[in-house]
Structures are given as C-alpha cells and as structure tokens.
C-alpha cells in the first residue's frame, strides 16, 4: 500500500467538501493511504501574498515542517494551497530564505491533479475501470494557479495543458478542445468585487456551453465553486440559462472507478450533475 | 502631478524601492503590452500593467498606489509567464499592494486591501478559513443581504462550518505579531 501525507486545506473542509470526500474516495479505491497533517493550519491563500511577504512565506512553512517531519510525499488538492507551498519552497530552496519554521525544503509537494494524472497511476486507475463514462461531453477547465507560474508548477504546455484532458478521455469521456482551458475565474476578487468576477466567470461558462459540451471538469477548488455555487448570478447577467454541472476530475474517477459514495458527492452541487449522467446510463 | 514625492522616507525613488523588494528590473520593460492583451481584469483597470510599469519608471508615487490596478490584479500570473524579458509582473503587484498597504495612502479599491488585512486577522485567530466570518466583513463594506441567500445554500449543502476550528494557536500568535507591529494587519 502506498502511503502519502495529505495536506486538504480550508475549501475542502467547506465551500469543496465534495472534492476533500471524493479525493479519499479516490486514493482509498487507489490502495493508497492519506495521512493528514496534524494541526495542519492556513496557507495565507491570496491575501498573505498580496500584503506581506514575510507570512506569505511563513504560513506555508509551519505547514511544510510539519509535513517533513516524516518521509512521505505531501498531497494537496487545491491550487491555491498548492501555488503557496511551490512558492515558499522556491524561496527557501533557491533563493535561501530563512523561516522561522524548521522547514528545509525537501518534503515533495505533489498537486493531486498532476499526481492522479501521472500515467503510471492511470495505468492503476484503468485497471479499476467498471464504468466507462460512453457519451458523457465534457471541457476540462485548468484554470489559473495548476499550471503558473511554469517555473512553480513544472507544467510545460502552460497555454494549452493536456494532462487533466487524457485523463477525462481515458476514463472514456469524450474531451472538446476550447480556448478558455487557463483563463482566470477571478477567485480572489469574488468578495470583494462580484460584478468584476461575474463577467469572468460567465465568459468562461459561455465559451464552454459554446463548445457543445454537457459539462466542465475542473481540478481546483476554487474554480469549482465559482463556476458551479455562482451560476445562477451569471445566468442573470447573460440573461440564459447555462445548466452546466462543474464535476471535479476525482468525482469522475470515482464515478468510473464504481465508488458507492458518488452520488453523495453530487449532492453537494448546486448545478445538480445526477440528471444529465442519469440520462447517460453513468448513474 | 507627483514631484512632491520623488523618494520615500529613505530617499530612494520608487524605481529603486520597488526593484529592490521585488528583485524584479522594472527598467526592463519596453511597453509591449503583452500583459495588459492578456490581463482578464483589464477592462476594469484605471491603467493597464504596462502603464504602471512606466509610471514607475518616472517616479509616480500617488497615482501607482493610489491605483485601482494594483488591488484588482487577481494574480492569474498570465502576465508573468508571456513577459518576453520575464518580468515577474505579479509579484511586482504584489510589492506595489504591500507598500501601498504601508505607506498610509488611500488604497485605490478600499474594500479589496480591507478583505485582505481582515481575512489574515481571521486566520490569526481561527488558524483556518473560517466562511461565516466573512459576513463580518460583508457587513463592513455592504453587499450582505446580496450574498446571503448563497450562503444559506453553501450552508444547507453541508459546505459552510458553524464553528471555527482554532488551530495552530501558538505558531500563529507569534507569527503574526511582527505583521501586528509592522501596521500591516
């Protein structure tokens, strides 16, 4: 059994509950065992980096020393996490920042979007796959922080990332190529400015809904509860309808992969995913 | 006209202070506007990136941070990655919204810098995001009653905590109290 330290962040104990449930639905169908960081605390998120630059770092590291306290990888499924602890291990690694934190810059932090997307783990996940999703129309939608900065994240087709597209396809999906895959949600401007937020994410949804595809599939938690929980207010200000499920890429894994919990997980949406993959045979 | 505020207290020109706390060379920009193309917050700019970088350039304190463009960046980082002399464009935004955030001048979006100071005294306290305190700051800047009927949603899909966690307590409060000092929060 493979073992991993996880490190789930705030979304995922509220507004993405549905991507923390689906990821350990996935990793445990994946024999693969999560060990989450104890006294785990904030990262900082975007208003650390945009006011101080010294908790921007130091947020981040409490949370890598306490990850490298042991010799296991360390799992982060949102991006926001994710870009922050990239950025405070550059930093301490290749620009020898000190930290107060016992944080040497050495624990390997791994994206799940990059981790369950590697092909060698595929290759574990085509092995377990029970139900193809035949049919089902999806765009994958990257967003901002999973592939940039490239000298963080190490994503070398940053303009037109493929890695979450063939693993929607491998799970039998069918992947519509579009032009919106990065373009930014506007996540940190979603409280404090929603009528500029709502104009991103309704471009966004719109471009998808006119690639023809039944749904989007994202790998950040952020994008998520934009896209899905803000639909409403976008349809508004377009003034149409949309109907467009926003599934995280590990509740399709779990979808294919037969996990009894699934539909748990989509209760949790607002844009409710369960008719179209009904109508499917997925459900 | 700025000419009243060529330098700051330590009488270096903004040119120089912002290089030096970024790491970045403003000077390299040579106003392609590549960043400004690809900005998905450009339409709600007072100056586009790359005029920002030439307000630098001639030592325009006020209107740099004093700008809207500064606190409506969202940090996407499309800027930084298609620069063709890899400027780090969003971590300079990031330089202009601390030391505008210290100088003691107006912030341009007051709401945006406001958020950020409240979400960190958040963490501060709870150690994790904690979603109910931002009805707090709703509450502050108006838009409450807007964003309540989302809330209730969020809430009766079992994606809103009525309690915050507590976490992290020690490492947190001494972390903190330099930021306290500083007068960043």
Not at chain 2, 58 to 63: L, M, N, P, T, V
Not at chain 2, 89 to 118: C, P, Q, W, Y
Request: hydrophobic share 35%; glycine share 8%.
């Amino acid at each position: 059994m493979k073992e991993l330290s996880y490190f789930p962040g705030c979304s995922l104990e509220g507004t993405s509950r549905e991507f923390d449930e689906s990821v350990r639905g996935v990793m445990a169908q994946l024999d693969t065992r999560l060990h989450e960081l104890p006294d785990w605390s904030c990262c900082g998120a975007t208003s650390a980096h945009c006011i101080d630059e010294r908790l921007a770092i130091e947020l981040p590291a409490r949370n890598l020393a306490i990850a490298e306290r042991s010799d296991r990888d360390l799992l982060v499924p949102c991006a926001s996490c994710y870009s922050r602890f990239k950025a405070a291990e550059h930093e301490v690694r290749d620009n020898g920042k000190k930290t107060s934190f016992p944080y040497k810059g050495e624990v390997a932090i791994r994206f799940a979007l990059d981790y369950l997307s590697d092909p060698a783990v595929m290759a574990e996940v085509s092995k377990r796959i029970i139900r193809p999703l035949k049919g089902l129309k999806t765009v994958c939608y990257y967003g901002c922080l999973p592939t940039r900065p490239p000298k963080l994240t190490g994503i070398k087709d940053y303009e037109n990332p493929q890695h979450m597209d063939r693993l929607v396809e491998q799970l039998g999906a069918e992947v519509i190529p579009w032009s919106y895959k990065t373009d930014c949600c506007g996540a940190s401007l979603m409280v404090t400015r929603p009528d500029v937020f709502i104009k991103l994410v309704g471009k966004i949804l719109s471009k998808a809904k006119e690639t023809g595809a039944e749904a989007v599939v994202v790998g950040c938690s952020m994008c998520q509860m934009n896209l899905d929980t803000r639909q409403e207010d976008v349809e508004a200000d377009l003034g149409r309808r949309l109907d467009l499920p926003i599934l995280y890429f590990t509740e399709l894994l779990g979808l294919a992969m037969g996990h009894p919990d699934v539909k748990k997980w989509f209760k949790r949406h607002f844009k409710d995913p369960l008719p179209l993959l009904s109508a499917k045979g997925l459900m | 006209m700025d000419s009243s505020y060529p330098v700051n207290a330590s009488h270096k020109s903004l040119l120089e202070e912002v290089n030096q706390a970024s790491g970045e060379t403003i000077q390299n920009c040579y106003q392609c506007q590549k960043c400004a193309a690809g900005c998905p917050v450009n339409f709600a700019m007072d100056i586009l990136p790359n005029q920002v970088f030439r307000h630098i350039q001639y030592g325009h304190r006020d209107k740099v941070l004093s700008s809207k463009t500064i606190w409506l960046c969202a940090s996407c980082h499309a800027c930084s990655t298609r620069c063709p002399n890899s400027i780090d464009i969003a971590k300079v935004m990031d330089t202009l919204r601390s030391i505008s955030n210290r100088s003691g001048l107006a912030a341009g979006e007051k709401d945006i810098s406001l958020f950020h100071r409240f979400f960190l005294k958040l963490i501060r306290f709870t150690g994790r995001t904690w979603e109910p305190g931002f009805g707090l700051y709703k509450l502050q800047t108006g838009g409450l009653p807007g964003m309540m009927g989302w809330a209730m949603k969020l809430f009766f899909k079992g994606k809103i905590p009525i309690f915050p966690t507590f976490k992290g307590g020690k490492d947190l409060k001494r972390i903190f109290k330099e930021s306290e000092r500083e007068g960043v929060l």
